[in-house]
């Protein structure tokens, strides 16, 4: 029985990836900061080992990466790395010791895109902290696989959704109200024209990539891969689709940038701004070649589940209901 080791599993991700590695055969250790529950309960947590580690403080000491080698994993999957060093520790301690690594790392590794779907090959223009930082993550790795032969793969995901959490809107944030706006044929302004793009993948998917990467193994070293929808939305045609699903037809409105933004809360009109100034729309052509990539969900799909759960729990309010 292989060991795999999770790091980060109790998060998005985890929630559905855990479960499938046991369903594999795994031995599986969950690294986590404490014990906090899956998103959705699983038997096979059950048959899980967790071990209470803390990253950062660990990183600083110089100690996370051999604390992980210590676990004596045979695959090593991280969830939460974002910061080079951390990638290096990782690497430095683990080198010639396991048969593969499987990096969780973004499409913001792209920044702006000149040609849509954008593929795994195009050039990176990252912007940001978190995009810059994932990208000389990607870069860092790549280098180990392809030239030092260290086992590791990268799997972009777009913007995570499921039940637990709260999907990114059609209004290009995360606050709930708009589906609400939207389930009430109230109007909702959106920004420019409503035609920048927003693409989100199901955690479950996410998971199965990761799990493909594993069962291809020489195939998936040295590669990067795009876990994704099959296709972006528009904000535009998100809002739409949202009040067609609810049964009451999107009353849209538009408006420049500048006016929209300061009609916003900030943390509205930022998280906005980081989405669309990206505006991603990824292929996922080549995963589908090399690992057999099938997502189960389409954006609209992954995004309906999660605000079912969100009506369940009242924060979303459906008339009638």
Known sequence: MARAVVIGGSGHIGTYLVPRLVEAGYEVVNVARGQREPYRPHGAWDRVRTEILDRDALEQAGRFGTAIAELAPDVVLDLICFMPDSARQL????????????????????????????????????????????AAIEAYLLDEARRRGFPATIVHPGHIVGPG???????GHFHPEVFT????????????????????????DVAQIMMRALERRSTAIGEAFHAVSPAALTLRGYAEAVGDWF?????????????????????????????????????????????????????????????????????VRVPGR
Request: with cysteine.
């Open 247 to 315: 049964g009451s037809p999107a009353q849209l409105s538009f408006l420049p940038w500048p006016e929209w933004g300061e009609a916003q809360a900030p943390e509205n009109r930022q998280a906005t701004w980081e989405h669309i100034a990206r505006s991603p729309s990824c292929s996922i052509d080549k995963a589908r070649a090399l690992l057999g990539y099938a997502p189960r969900y389409s954006s609209l799909e992954a995004v309906f589940e999660a605000v079912e759960w969100l009506v369940g729990q009242g924060t």
């Open 91 to 134: 690497v430095e301690a683990l080198r010639g010791r396991i048969q593969h690594l499987v990096h969780v790392g973004t499409i913001w590794v792209h920044g702006t895109s000149a040609v849509v779907p954008t593929t795994e090959t195009q050039p990176r223009r990252p912007f940001g902290d978190y995009g810059v930082n994932k």
């Open 165 to 171: 959490w709260n999907p990114l809107n059609p209004a």
């Open 181 to 204: 706006t939207l389930a009430h044929s109230r109007e909702l302004a959106l920004p420019n024209f409503g035609l920048e793009t927003v693409h989100h993948v199901h955690a479950d």
